[in-house]
């Protein structure tokens, strides 16, 4: 695992101190684990393994970096991100966004591709504060490392049977599509052109934190039984950050 996180930050949600680092023990990793569970599967209603054990994991959570953000006197964790560095996906042979899409094409990338996974937020402790801290730790930890691309998914609701997600990605794709080069193609595609129809938009805040962000949409979006959740792929090229996000973030991890 990733050492204690460096630098050591702190904000206030609320009335309740926040810190930020990264898990340094199996107890640290089970308490991410535990909230993922409490969010994605008692919240959302996912379907994972082992649903007995109270956590969500699965095989590449020992080969991740786990970022958390833990609050109050009794320091619980309220917030993560797991981290999968390309050394340690060539290590147990893929990224979990395989399991989801063809990424041929991101092949010349790899060495440089920074995946991230499971992000949740208690639900307590969603007005902003800590995924402003987690991402200062995202953007802190890839200057560290000097690594060029973050890549993840986007996970859309799939409750109305898929209509949301299809116009949503109907409507960002038309200016945050990423070049060819760097598309990837779902395995589980949604009927997208089946599934659109006149709806609102109500795009997720953190799907529009991300465009703002600079990141590209890589692709039509998959399809996730387990969560039934529809993944839109995306990839942050660095050098794409929008600076004003960027100054904000490290001066979040200040």
Known sequence: MFGAADPRSAATAGKQALRLCFADSEDDVREAQRLRFEVFVEEMGAHVPNAASGLDQDLFDPYCDHLMVRAGPEDRVVGTYRIL???????????????EFDLTRLHHI????????????????????VIT????GLADYMARHRYEYLMGCASMSMADGGHMAANIYASLSENHLAPVEWRVTPRCPLPLEALREPLPLEIPPLLKGY????????GDPAWDPDF????LPLLLP???LNPRYARHFMAAAA
């Not at 801290?133 to 200062?136: E, G, S």
């Not at 465009?211 to 890589?218: L, S």
């Not at 039934?228 to 993944?231: E, Q």
Request: glycine residues 12%; positive net charge.
């Open 110 to 129: 790899r060495g440089q591709l920074v995946e991230l996974g499971r992000s949740c937020v208690h639900a307590d402790f969603r007005s902003g504060g």
């Open 211 to 218: 465009m703002r962000a600079g990141a590209y949409i890589c």
């Open 228 to 231: 039934n959740t529809a993944d």
């Open 133 to 136: 801290l987690l991402w200062a």
């Open 238 to 240: 660095m050098s794409r």
């Open 85 to 99: 560095r390309p050394e340690a996906a060539k290590q147990i042979g893929s990224y979990y966004s395989e399991t």
